[in-house]
């Protein structure tokens, strides 16, 4: 079954590290989305993709993350410095834009703990 | 830009009963999709059903329907003989047709009671 790879699953760090979390999307998916899932806000949207191309990136803080594409085949989010507050299941999810891509693929995500 | 609003935090059910979990949302746009995600403790996302704005029939699949009334922006999720498999965190999702994003309420957690 085709399926979208989050590595790694787990991760632990201390305050002002550097993590990175990576996503292999479904192959053909051409819409990579980031969310951030806690107890208190629930599932937000960080950044998009269509096409590689970043569509909206505005729920992600700027200061400290990035999101990026650099092929097809893999999508990054970056935070630097990591902060305890960024403590969080980190998901990515993979689809088709448009009429053929009403569903969203989900990876297993990542549990970011940060000390 | 669009919400979702479930307003049941906790939701309980006796085995083999039948339970409807709320949604509501907001928007302007016409066409849109809707889904149902369940989460399970092993955090998976699962599809468990979708609707097409543009089509009037409720969704089904299997045990699960849904009640879509687009002039009301209300779309609840009826589980109907409740298996203890289906103890889970239940996440209404919008997905705009145009921009392609997808937002989520804030979830409901569903208790089944043997």
């Known amino acids: 079954d085709a399926r979208v790879t989050q590595t790694p699953r787990h991760k632990v760090t201390e305050m002002g590290q550097e993590v990175t979390m990576r996503c292999q999307p479904i192959?053909?998916?051409?819409?990579v989305f980031w969310y951030r899932q806690t107890m208190m806000q629930g599932l937000e949207l960080l950044a998009y993709?269509?096409?590689?191309?970043?569509?909206?990136d505005s729920g992600m803080p700027k200061d400290r993350f990035s999101a990026e594409m650099p092929d097809a085949t893999l999508a990054t989010l970056k935070i630097q410095p990591s902060e305890p507050r960024d403590s969080a299941v980190y998901f990515c999810?993979?689809?088709?834009?448009?009429?053929?891509?009403?569903?969203?693929?989900f990876g297993s995500g990542t549990q970011l703990s940060v000390l | 830009a669009q919400t979702v609003t479930q307003s049941q935090p906790e939701m309980s059910v006796q085995e083999a009963e039948t339970v409807t979990l709320s949604c509501t949302y907001d928007?302007?746009?016409?066409?849109?999709?809707l889904f149902w995600y369940k989460q399970p403790p092993s955090r998976q996302m699962i599809l468990v059903i979708r609707?097409?704005?543009?089509?009037?029939q409720n969704a089904t699949e299997n045990r699960f329907s849904v009640n879509f009334q687009k002039a009301a922006k209300s779309f609840s999720l009826k589980i109907s003989d409740s298996q203890l498999g289906d103890a889970a965190m239940y996440f209404c999702?919008?997905?705009?047709?145009?921009?392609?994003?997808?937002?989520f309420g804030a979830g409901t957690r569903l208790t089944v009671k043997p």
């Open positions: 609707q097409e704005a543009y089509k009037q």
């Open positions: 999702a919008y997905r705009s047709y145009n921009n392609n994003d997808m937002r």
């Open positions: 192959l053909g998916h051409n819409t």
């Open positions: 999810a993979s689809g088709l834009s448009g009429k053929r891509g009403e569903k969203l693929f």
């Open positions: 993709f269509r096409n590689r191309a970043p569509l909206d």
């Open positions: 928007t302007s746009e016409s066409d849109y999709y």
